[in-house]
């Protein structure tokens, strides 16, 4: 008998009493002003919420961040901003070694953890997302309001999300961090040592 | 304290409290994120709604569990990912390294993975001449010291900053004596970065595994999994069969459980969900049963089958704090430990259903509500019944037994007993005969009986 019938068999022969799925239809967290609190909890964890208009607004808020001015190798997946560096181009993930800067799309924020979700849809290299040295996301709003990208909770969350096609996703909340180290949080473990979300209307 | 080579859980235990001042930090560090799990756990008025829902989930997966590992593999399957199945530790280490010798792979980075620890693959990997890279840090760190994790969120949490020093300074060439957790953490990311850039292979666990769509998720404070797996073509996910559930909106409960749980965030930095291989490359998943198939059918132990994990347990547990992470001698310690090792062996771990205060509390902050302390109560029992129990916990029972039938006897030994307690010198209360006496007071005697202060009082009564 192969291995998988056989567990599959040990599995099944069993008297486990059957249990209902409960609903996931309940009252979870709503808060007041949900922007807010994405920026609170954002910050909590190390990372940074900003609103800009257009395009324009984004390369004026990236020009004060001193890691942004200083990336010698860039990388954008924005519309309307320029990297040094064209993903497309590039066949090797481990080209993408050296990257300082990546700005990549993010495509909705979530309160109540400050989590963004991030998919490969238009990110050739997953990589890209984990191995630059710091990292902003951009998620374009609706109709020019914040509001409509940000969701309360994570059940709401997973209500926008389908998995049509072979996707990786990620929440992404705040830079990459450690506490292993006696309990001291460091920022900067292996991935991003910073994270912008900026919210373009 | 890597030195631990016993099963007796007392023994291992003793030898940590060696070190008072370490027991100490140990227990504080340990309640410093209970605290911070408290606080988060606060924060949701829904968490005992979040708490049942995930509980309810997990037992009815369990109650399917075969029919969700048939949708699983299927799904799996339609989106181009390879799965294999292993009954036990054995035969899941050598289907990893077959993936690894048919691509000829040298080099392994791998994130943390409990099921890896269990199934003992690192010395196995490294047998047949492949290096294993463990890129979680505290995972690393214990690694580099030759130690198996002490915890199973926080590998490291038993070392002190000094530790971590001491060992990069030797194995990784940073200054001696700079203890800056900034400092040493900025090593082991130059490192790591490089053993990332060299592995022709990744490795990872499955936080959760979702039989609708045929994806898994994992979870990771650093960012490890992803850039494990996202340089490599190849990436193997290894995960117990339990590690299911059904729908992808059921993450949404066991996601935000999961962090405030383990470490009192409100979510892990990332949470990955693969669907499917990087552009041109393989993804593999493991399914072990490795005693699970057995635990499934106690009604007494089921529930235990419900983990996710998350390491609250271990944090709360009075017993835990203070005897340390190692003195379980097993990969999975604390409370949940306690329970899924003497299952699995429980000649060698006879010891752990009594590292154990019944205090409750780490049923209480089990997101997914397993009846912990009550298993553990069973399994004593169970224990006592196998005769595996050792003479020191036997006979004071039966003595015990046999005064408390005899109420004179017992009334009388009471008043000897607070007569010794008042009169003897410490060195005969306080030695090695009287483990009760160790590392505590015993309590002040009082001056009169309880039974003779309520024959005084019903007599009082009775004259007025
Ligand atoms: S038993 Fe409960 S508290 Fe302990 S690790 Fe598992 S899920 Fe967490």
């Known amino acids: 008998m192969s291995s998988k019938d056989h567990i599959l068999k040990s599995v099944r022969n069993q008297l486990v009493p059957s249990a209902d799925l409960p609903s996931l239809d309940q009252e979870w967290i709503q808060y007041d002003d949900a922007v807010a609190h994405f920026g609170e909890v954002l910050q909590a964890v190390g990372g940074t919420a900003i609103a800009v208009e257009g395009i324009d607004g984004l390369t004026e808020e990236l020009a004060k961040v001193p890691a942004y001015t200083e990336a010698k190798k860039t990388v954008s997946c924005i519309e309307g901003l ?73 059940a709401e969350a997973y209500q926008r999300l389908t998995w049509g096609r072979n996707e990786f996703g990620c929440f992404i909340s705040g830079p990459s961090k450690t506490a292993d180290i006696e309990q001291s949080l460091v920022i900067g473990a292996h991935g991003a040592r910073s994270l912008h979300v900026f919210f373009v209307v | 304290m890597s030195a631990i080579k016993s099963y007796d859980h007392p023994t291992n235990a003793n030898q940590f409290n060696k070190d008072q001042e370490r027991t100490h930090w140990h227990d504080s560090s340990l309640w410093f994120i209970r605290e911070k799990r408290d606080r988060m756990s606060k924060s949701l008025p829904e968490w005992e709604t979040l708490r049942s829902c995930a509980s309810q989930i997990k037992a009815h997966t369990v109650s399917k569990l075969a029919d969700y590992l048939e949708e699983f593999e299927k799904n799996a399957t339609a989106r181009g990912v390879t799965v294999h199945w292993a009954k036990d530790a054995e035969e899941h280490n050598r289907i990893v390294l077959e993936i690894l010798q048919k ?87 130059q490192h790591l970065r490089q053993k990332f850039c060299q592995a022709d292979v990744g490795i990872t666990g499955v936080n959760f595994a979702i039989a609708e769509t045929g994806g898994f998720v994992v979870c990771t404070n650093e960012g490890n999994a992803d850039l494990g797996v996202s340089l490599p073509k190849v990436h193997i996910a290894c995960m117990g069969i339990e590690k299911l559930i059904p729908k992808v909106d059921h993450l949404s409960i066991f996601l935000r459980l999961l962090a405030r749980s383990a470490t009192g965030q409100p979510i892990t930095t990332y949470s990955s969900h693969f669907h499917g291989p990087v552009e041109g490359g393989e993804l593999h998943i493991v399914l072990v049963d490795n005693g699970r198939s057995k635990i499934m059918n106690s009604d007494d132990y089921r529930n235990s089958l419900k983990c996710i994990r998350c390491g609250a347990c271990m944090n709360t547990c009075p017993v835990y704090r203070r005897s340390g992470g190692h003195s379980y001698a097993a990969t999975v310690p604390g409370p949940i430990g306690s329970i899924l090792n003497p299952l ?34 069973t399994l004593r029992t169970e224990v006592k019944n196998q005769k595996q129990l050792p003479m020191s916990k036997t006979m004071p029972m039966r003595i015990a037994s046999y005064v408390f039938q005899r109420p004179k006897l017992y009334a009388w030994l009471g008043g000897v007993g607070k007569f010794f307690l008042r009169t003897m010198p410490r060195f005969l209360i306080y030695n090695s005969l009287n483990p009760w006496g160790r590392n505590r007071e015993m309590p002040e005697a ?19």
């Open chain 2, 446 to 464: 009082p001056p009169e009986s309880f039974r003779k202060q309520y024959a005084q009082r019903a007599k009082k009564k009775s004259d007025n």
């Open chain 2, 103 to 189: 691509h000829e792979a040298k080099r392994i980075v791998k994130s943390k993975s409990m099921l890896t620890e269990e199934c003992h693959l690192n010395p196995w990997l490294e047998k047949h001449g492949i290096e294993v890279v463990d890129t979680d840090l505290g995972e690393r760190i214990v690694q580099l010291r030759e130690e198996p994790p002490s915890h199973i969120v926080m590998p490291a949490i038993h070392l002190k900053k000094e530790d971590v020093s001491n060992t990069f300074h030797e194995h990784l060439h940073t200054e001696q004596g700079n203890h800056d957790p900034n400092y040493l953490t900025e090593s082991a990311r």
């Open chain 2, 344 to 377: 699995r062996d429980a000649k060698h771990h006879k010891t752990l259903p009594f590292a154990c205060t019944l205090c409750g509390s780490c049923s209480d902050v089990c997101p997914v509500k397993i009846n912990l302390h009550e298993q553990l109560l």
């Open chain 1, 82 to 154: 320029v990297g040094t560096v064209d993903l497309a181009r590039v066949e090797d993930p481990h080209d993408l070694e050296d990257v300082d800067y990546a700005v990549l799309p993010g495509e909705f924020a979530v309160a109540e953890n400050a989590a963004v979700w991030v998919t490969d849809a238009n990110i050739r290299h997953r990589v890209i997302a984990f191995i630059p040295q710091h990292v902003s996301l951009v998620i374009h709003c609706p109709d020019g309001k914040v509001e409509d990208a940000v969701v309360n909770n994570m």
